[in-house]
């Protein structure tokens, strides 16, 4: 078939008035294709109209793609059952033709910024060989988007808590800020809405207006629009992690650092630049940070339990003994747990990224050996010494046979001394003590034995002289 070039050869070719033979020699066509082009006197490259064989089961086509789900194997069986006669593969060309369950592909876009107008922040699952076991991690990346230059780092898991540590990082890391950070509509950072619509979390908004920048999200479904960050995870995966095993998770981001250097220094040959020569010339547009950066961490609020630790997420650290029961304020950086009573710092750990149920601890935290923390009788026999001292031999030989501290019982025998008078109680108590009785029911029947006569008299009753008469 003639191209739309040739056809318009011809014609210009035969309104100069050469012969049809002529031209066919010129253009090494046949005779037959210049007469028909001639005489449809157009450039236009005509339609071929040809049967298809799917076409009168078209609407069928339809029904059964709804009915089976979009598989087009089912259909095939379907129509085939109900009488077409045709090749899957004529089916499924058929379908692409008409635009039957694939829409076209829509053209990527294109974008083009400033010099220090946004950068691109984005995570991406992997696996990197860490402590010589193959464990899940999130690679978080930032990227400039005049200058491409990238920070990345791993993490076990990524919370609001590990995004502003990673952004913090890398902001350290560039010296400078953009002016906007483009997501794609983490929940990280999300609190509703997506796209121009997105409302961030008032946290990550205080953080990033604290450092100089504010989040933005693309349209769901715009991956384009991130381009810059999306494209490099490939080339981490594909470069940085391939064939790297890492001692710790503070190993695998320091080389993760070193590696950075290594690819902005590189010539680039799609930027026709080194990154870092792009760099410095973006350098003066971006914003500076502030002059003091705060550590981020986490607040939370612990009980030192009864071996003297704290717990943040499974992970227990020690802090002083003598803390045990108090309440402190414990911050979770990015590298260490410090404790605070008050506003004094009492305990600082390295911390543990992975939530293992390790025991972390600083040997000054525990008591000198040789020396016990004493333990202070219960307040019921404090209160109950102090009411009655003489009965100090009766209660320690209480709590001998009782079980545990014996707290029962002397919340018992202190209602005694609070209920009966002071001699029989002593009487009663002198005379169980004598006969090893600490059954406390019949301690309280002696005592009442003992009061008796002198508490209990019951008057008498005088005779109706009439009694006598009869």
Known sequence: ????GQRQAILELHKEGNSVHAI?????????????????????????????????????????????????????????????????????????????????????????????EEMQHDTSPDHAI??????????????????????????????????????????????????????????????????????????????????????????????????????HFDYVQDNFLAGRKFDDWGHANREAVVWCDKVNAVYSRKLHAKRRDLFATELDCLKPLPIWIPEVYMLLQRIVDLEGYVTIRTNRYSCPYRLIGRRLEVRELGEHIEAYDGPRLV???????????????????????????????????????SAQPKLASYVAALKQRASGRGTLGLRRLLKLVRDYPEAPLLAAVQRAEQFGLFDLDRLERLVLREIATDYFVLPVEEKDPEDDDE
Request: aromatic share 8%; net charge positive.
């Open 347 to 385: 305990a600082r750990h390295k911390r543990v990224l992975e939530p293992v149920g390790a025991r972390v601890t600083d040997p000054a935290h525990r008591p000198p050996r040789g020396e016990r923390k004493k333990s202070e009788p219960p307040p019921e026999e404090q209160e109950l010494l």
């Open 130 to 231: 860490i402590g010589g076991v193959s464990k899940a991690v999130q690679i978080a990346s930032l990227v400039l988007c005049f200058s491409r230059m990238i920070f990345i780092q791993l993490y076990a898991q990524f919370t609001r808590f590990e995004c502003k540590l990673f952004l913090t990082t890398a902001l350290r890391y560039f010296g400078r800020t953009a002016g906007c950070c483009m997501i794609d509509n983490t929940h990280v950072v999300v609190l509703c809405g997506s796209g121009a619509d997105m409302v961030p979390v008032p946290e990550m908004a205080a953080f990033a207006e604290r450092l100089g920048f504010h989040f933005a999200a693309h349209r769901i479904g715009d991956a384009n629009r991130s381009a810059r960050v999306e494209g």
């Open 24 to 116: 066919a020699d010129a253009l090494g066509v046949s005779r037959d294709a210049v007469d028909d082009v001639i005489e449809s006197g157009s450039a236009e490259v005509p339609h071929l109209v040809r049967a298809e064989l799917a076409g009168p089961h078209h609407e069928e086509i339809l029904a059964q793609y709804a009915a089976c789900k979009g598989n087009l194997v089912r259909v095939y069986e379907e129509i085939v059952v109900r009488g077409a006669k045709l090749s899957y593969q004529a089916l499924t060309a058929y379908c692409r033709r008409h635009g039957i369950g694939k829409k076209p592909q829509a053209p990527a876009g294109h974008y083009d910024f400033k010099p220090g």
């Open 1 to 4: 078939m003639l191209d739309q």
